[in-house]
């Protein structure tokens, strides 16, 4: 089939290119812009079956439909109460050169400057996606409220909430813009670009009192600057990516032509991919997320100059034996089609195998990125040839007089230290030289290098599951969202920039058997219950921190305030101190206000759930919020009980408590979720890639013994990656380490095994085929010396594009790209190099022993040919 293959490219290569560059051209111009078909966030790709994806439509269903009664005027809250999925926009305020805080200055400011400039943003902003300086000329119109994307401003004058916003050392405020969007839309970014300029402007700072600052934070703030983040990344990757590929080409050919084949084969190629995958995602057939485009392009540009690069390096070869360029074309893709396409089928599978993950992220780039290598394949066997044959001569430029182009020809001046080395072959005897050290002392090479490694590799199992999950700390530390996020935490809990909310859902039956036949619909009976848990939570706290045990499971939660029907605005002294002063037509409003808010009264769900929005003293983001989260649940379920004077029977009160359900809504569940899900996809994935190469590998080798010890070295790679990356990192910035990013473990592991083994395939399939001249030892030996350099020049390229990600500025984007790039150059370097043929070599030569015929050891005993013992003493004499 391939030698079909190259004969057709050979007779019709200006077809064949312009075939694709019209198909490119196509596709590119009928596929929909990025920003119609990317879909936005992190938490809305777990599984619909996630306990806070429940919560959710727990809320939307019991909840949601409430926030149309009332008038704005008559509620004792805000829709920051009733709306907790909604996004915000924050404004901390504080002043520290004074011991009381704030001034009368700093609250007429806010009031009388402040609002007035919002006021005007929340009148003429709608929903957009971008933001440059001189816009603000064309939003001057009032636009009708449905239109506009901030729902309401709050600031400490509102006596609702205001004493909420005020900081219990009075250093600090917040101004709260309650938005109609979700966080991490990106029709945020035009809003923010707005509050920015006016925050920045001169005339709102000549009237800003002295020692009064200003900074934003907010669930939306932290959105912005993560896609902000993202595109930056993405477009820095990119240029970097194109770049490092030219730079290096040039260095390895020295032609300019020749280098331009694969550029040109990979860049149309990866623009044909992403532009086929906008095309099915505007057809509802597959999701893209958002920045998936980013490992798209770098895994692809890898993956399509390698297959490239082996193409060309075979095509010299057989120009060099003298045959003509069609033949010598033919022959290329006859001798090295199979391996590429089972290099790259090894890579498509493995990667495909994420497709069976529960997070959607991990499904959709296993697709992507699958069919990006599938696309770069069929360009590089059909496309590349094509252009090679076009070129003909000329594509060795500047040198086009000899045949042998492999030998002197080159683009750069002969007096380079590039030509020097080649010229006294340096990187041949380099190859050469390893080729001898592993013959002569195989067993000594192989145990030294695994010790030498083995401490990389334990550090890598033992901090496996120490992962990040923050937003924040994958940001830029001067990012607007993170420098306000720390002002927050400053002067508040720290648990205040992600309260959680509880929902208790009881079933029907019981609480009309609880309550005699009454449910939470009515007033007087959630508000009895809400008060039993709300005093009984507060309490055990309160008892916990009292008693100071050593024991983990008697800790304090560290519960810092709770909101619920019985307290609608928590335990503020000043907030309670309005509620009691109210008229008796507000105090009728605040009860309807907190049982409309605090208890689901629509759906199939009305008067079944309660609801508590809980501010704790740690960080949402934090590793061990999770576990907090948990006790916090649990400790919710042990508050329902009355108290001891009570009507309704302890038995009744234990069915109550046995039968209810807790669900959490909030960041702090959303990331436990994410950690629940992506550490069964970590199980899954790496079952299903670690066998779905190792059976390609079976199906193209036939030797399932050795196939089984790659697999192992690979996976031995990617533990010494790992624990090189932890380590690397902790060293960067060892008090602000929280740990590697969650997805760098599933890409990395999926990746290097899938990928990784594309090395390890190509030089097997060059020892069977010397292993037919040269004897099994004398066969590794000579592919080990005829596949080095071309290998490694494929892995520096690789791994060069894999290092372009840690241009990006999300820190995890800069793990994964070390990570990638250096488990790359390990795989190049030490495992196919050094670790694969001194394995093959002991196995060959019989140092097994017996155990060697459950190794893939030949069965009949080692006996070399007269032509290998000529050869292995040439090179141990040598």
């Known amino acids: 089939m391939y030698r079909s293959i190259g004969q057709n490219?050979?007779?019709?290569?200006?077809?064949?290119?312009?075939?694709?560059?019209?198909?490119?051209?196509?596709?590119?111009?009928?596929?929909?812009?990025?920003?119609?078909?990317?879909?936005?966030?992190?938490?809305?790709?777990?599984?619909?079956?996630?306990?806070?994806?429940?919560?959710?439509?727990?809320?939307?269903?019991?909840?949601?439909?409430?926030?149309?009664?009332?008038?704005?005027?008559?509620?004792?809250?805000?829709?920051?109460?009733?709306?907790?999925?909604?996004?915000?926009?924050?404004?901390?305020?504080?002043?520290?050169?004074?011991?009381?805080?704030?001034?009368?200055?700093?609250?007429?400011?806010?009031?009388?400057?402040?609002?007035?400039?919002?006021?005007?943003?929340?009148?003429?902003?709608?929903?957009?996606?971008?933001?440059?300086?001189?816009?603000?000329?064309?939003?001057?119109?009032?636009?009708?409220?449905?239109?506009?994307?901030?729902?309401?401003?709050?600031?400490?004058?509102?006596?609702?909430?205001?004493?909420?916003?005020?900081?219990?050392?009075?250093?600090?405020?917040?101004?709260?813009?309650?938005?109609?969007?979700?966080?991490?839309?990106?029709?945020?970014?035009?809003?923010?670009?707005?509050?920015?300029?006016?925050?920045?402007?001169?005339?709102?700072?000549?009237?800003?009192?002295?020692?009064?600052?200003?900074?934003?934070?907010?669930?939306?703030?932290?959105?912005?600057?993560?896609?902000?983040?993202e595109q930056q990344s993405a477009s820095r990757t990119e240029f970097f990516t194109k770049l490092l590929v030219i730079v290096l080409l040039l260095a390895i050919y020295r032609a300019p032509l020749l280098a331009l084949v694969p550029l040109v084969t990979v860049g149309v190629s990866v623009a044909l991919s992403k532009a086929l995958l906008r095309i099915m995602a505007g057809w509802g057939w597959i999701g893209l997320f958002t920045g998936l485009d980013v490992y798209v392009t770098v895994v692809v540009y890898g993956a399509g100059v390698d297959y490239c690069l082996f193409l060309i390096a075979r095509y010299k070869e057989e120009l060099d034996s003298g045959l003509s360029q069609k033949a010598a074309l033919s022959n290329s893709i006859e001798r090295v089609g199979a391996a590429l396409a089972t290099s790259a089928g090894t890579s498509i599978v493995g990667i495909g195998m994420m497709g069976f993950s529960e997070f959607g992220k991990f499904r959709q780039a296993g697709f992507a990125i699958s069919f990006g290598l599938f696309v770069v394949l069929c360009f590089a066997l059909t496309f590349t040839p094509a252009f090679l044959i076009l070129f003909g001569k000329w594509a060795f430029w500047p040198d086009v007089r000899i045949r042998e182009v492999g030998k002197q020809s080159g683009w750069l001046p002969s007096s380079t230290m590039w030509n020097k080395l080649r010229d006294q072959r340096v990187m041949q005897r380099f190859w050469e030289g390893t080729a001898r050290t592993i013959q002569r002392w195989p067993g000594y090479v192989f145990v030294l290098t695994v010790l030498a490694m083995m401490p990389l590799a334990i550090i890598g199992i033992l901090y496996q599951d120490n992962l990040s999950y923050g937003l924040l700390t994958d940001l830029p530390q001067d990012s607007p969202s993170v420098v306000g996020a720390k002002v927050v935490q400053k002067h508040y809990p720290a648990g205040?920039?992600?309260?959680?909310?509880?929902?208790?859902?009881?079933?029907?039956?019981?609480?009309?058997?609880?309550?005699?036949?009454?449910?939470?619909?009515?007033?007087?009976?959630?508000?009895?219950?809400?008060?039993?848990?709300?005093?009984?939570?507060?309490?055990?706290?309160i008892r916990l921190k009292a008693e100071r045990s050593t024991d983990p499971l008697e800790q304090p939660i560290g519960i810092e305030d709770v909101r619920s029907q019985y307290q609608p605005l928590g335990n503020n002294k000043k907030a309670n101190e309005y509620l009691t002063k109210l008229p008796l037509r507000m105090r009728g409003a605040k009860r309807t206000f907190a049982h409309r808010t605090y208890t689901g009264l629509n759906g199939s769900l009305a008067g079944q759930v309660l609801r508590l929005d809980v501010v704790l003293s740690e960080d949402p983001f934090s590793r061990s919020a999770i576990q907090t989260l948990s006790k916090l649940e649990e400790a919710v379920r042990h508050s329902i009980f009355f108290a001891e004077d009570s009507d309704i029977p302890l038995d009744k009160q234990a069915k109550l408590r046995d039968t209810a359900k807790i669900y959490s809504l909030g960041t702090t569940a959303a990331i436990r979720d994410l950690k629940s899900v992506t550490d069964r996809d970590r199980i899954l994935i790496d079952i299903l890639v670690t066998v779905s190469v190792y059976l390609v590998i079976v199906t193209l080798l036939r030797q399932p013994e050795i196939c089984a010890y790659l697999i192992v070295s690979v996976v031995f790679s990617y533990l010494i990656t790992l624990g090189a990356t932890f380590v690397f990192f902790y060293l960067r910035d060892p008090t602000g380490f929280n740990g590697i990013d969650w997805k760098v473990p599933v890409y990395l592991f999926t990746i290097l095994i899938a990928m990784g083994e594309d090395y390890n395939i190509l030089l097997m399939a060059r020892v069977t085929e010397e292993q037919e001249t040269y004897g099994k030892v004398g066969g590794v030996l000579q592919a080990l010396m005829k596949t080095g350099g071309i290998i490694s020049s494929c892995g520096i390229i690789m791994a060069g594009t894999f290092f372009t990600l840690m241009s990006g500025s999300l820190l995890a984007m800069v793990q994964m790209g070390f990570a990638l790039g250096f488990g790359v150059l390990l795989d190049t370097f030490i495992v196919r190099p050094i670790l694969v043929p001194s394995y093959l070599i002991l196995l060959y030569s019989g140092r097994f022993g017996w155990f060697g015929r459950f190794l893939g050891a030949p069965a009949e005993t080692f006996t070399p040919s007269e032509k290998e013992r000529e050869y292995i003493k040439e090179s141990i004499e040598y």
């Not at 590119?28 to 919560?55: C, H, N, T, Y």
């Not at 996606?129 to 119109?141: A, D, L, S």
């Not at 109609?180 to 925050?199: A, S, Y």
Request: negative net charge.
């Open 496 to 541: 205040i920039t992600g309260p959680h909310t509880i929902f208790v859902e009881f079933p029907i039956e019981v609480l009309h058997e609880v309550f005699g036949d009454s449910d939470l619909k009515d007033a007087r009976t959630s508000e009895k219950l809400s008060e039993a848990i709300t005093q009984n939570l507060s309490n055990e706290d």
């Open 9 to 229: 490219v050979s007779r019709h290569p200006i077809l064949w290119i312009v075939v694709w560059v019209l198909f490119a051209a196509i596709a590119i111009a009928l596929s929909p812009p990025q920003e119609a078909v990317w879909q936005d966030g992190e938490m809305a790709f777990l599984p619909k079956e996630s306990p806070s994806v429940r919560a959710v439509n727990t809320y939307r269903e019991a909840f949601q439909p409430s926030l149309q009664e009332a008038a704005e005027k008559d509620s004792v809250g805000t829709s920051v109460q009733q709306d907790p999925l909604g996004s915000n926009v924050v404004i901390v305020l504080q002043r520290e050169d004074r011991p009381s805080g704030l001034t009368p200055e700093d609250e007429s400011f806010i009031k009388n400057v402040l609002v007035a400039e919002l006021e005007k943003l929340q009148r003429t902003t709608p929903k957009g996606y971008n933001w440059k300086p001189g816009m603000e000329k064309v939003y001057t119109k009032d636009l009708p409220q449905n239109e506009r994307v901030i729902k309401s401003i709050v600031t400490m004058a509102d006596e609702r909430i205001g004493p909420l916003l005020t900081s219990p050392d009075q250093k600090a405020t917040l101004v709260i813009l309650e938005l109609t969007t979700e966080f991490l839309e990106r029709q945020n970014r035009l809003l923010i670009g707005r509050l920015e300029q006016v925050v920045d402007s001169p005339e709102l700072q000549d009237k800003k009192p002295i020692g009064l600052s200003l900074a934003l934070s907010g669930s939306a703030t932290v959105g912005r600057d993560m896609l902000l983040a």
